[in-house]
């Protein structure tokens, strides 16, 4: 069964923390992404990737950075952790051009308090 | 600029009828795909249908499907004979392909079966 897992269900975190979320996908995908959903502006695109090393901004950069050191897995990184990003973290990933959408990630339920 | 607008925040339909649920998109991009997801309340998000955009018949998947009108470029879900396990977030996507399959979602519509 293939999969895409997010490291952490729910996550508490201080304003001004280093914030990590990690995303392992085994479907050998070149590409991958994180979104964030927020109650009545869906998903909003933060980065993605599409081969290792390389990283293209999204939507909404403002505040995150990303790495991707291998093709399994794609990192997203909360330089300075802030209330607004309170948030729900969707990772995905899809072979490119595929017609059969993303396999998403059950998701990280971030809490900076 | 590249958008997906759902314009039903909520809808409701009573079970065994058929409902559409809206999506129209903007591109100038000739070459994209339109998804839609379900998202039920467990939080999972759920692959329906795809259709491309030089798919000359419209996509359908069981009791899914996509009414595709490029003109309008509007990319309408149709699902028949409503369930009550149907009841949930429904999220209509686009890929740009020429932006390294780059995807933008709309902001949902919440459908509610009732019995």
């Known amino acids: 069964d293939v999969k895409v897992t997010q490291s952490s269900r729910y996550l508490v975190k201080r304003t001004g923390e280093k914030v990590f979320l990690e995303c392992v996908q085994d479907m050998d995908h070149e590409n991958m992404f994180w979104y964030r959903q927020d109650p009545g502006l869906g998903l909003r695109l933060i980065y993605f990737s599409y081969d290792v090393k390389m990283k293209e901004k999204g939507d909404i950069p403002e505040g995150y950075s990303v790495s991707r050191e291998k093709k399994e897995r794609f990192s997203l990184i909360l330089e300075s952790a802030s209330t607004n990003q309170t948030s729900m973290y969707l990772c995905?990933?899809?072979?490119?051009?595929?017609?059969?959408?993303?396999?998403f990630g059950s998701g990280t339920r971030l809490t900076v308090v | 600029a590249q958008k997906i607008t759902q314009t039903q925040p909520g809808m409701f339909v009573q079970e065994k009828e058929a409902v559409t649920l809206d999506c129209t998109y903007d591109?100038?991009?000739?070459?994209?795909?339109l998804f839609w997801y379900k998202q039920p309340s467990s939080g999972e998000m759920i692959f329906l249908i795809y259709q491309g955009s030089y798919d000359q018949q419209n996509a359908t998947e069981g009791r899914y499907s996509l009414n595709f009108q490029k003109a309008r470029k509007s990319a309408n879900l149709v699902i028949s004979a409503s369930q009550l396990g149907d009841s949930a977030m429904y999220f209509c996507a686009m890929r740009l392909e020429t932006s390294y399959d780059k995807v933008i979602f709309g902001p949902g519509t919440s459908l509610s079966v009732i019995p």
């Open positions: 591109t100038s991009d000739p070459s994209y795909g």
């Open positions: 995905a990933s899809s072979l490119f051009g595929g017609t059969y959408g993303y396999t």
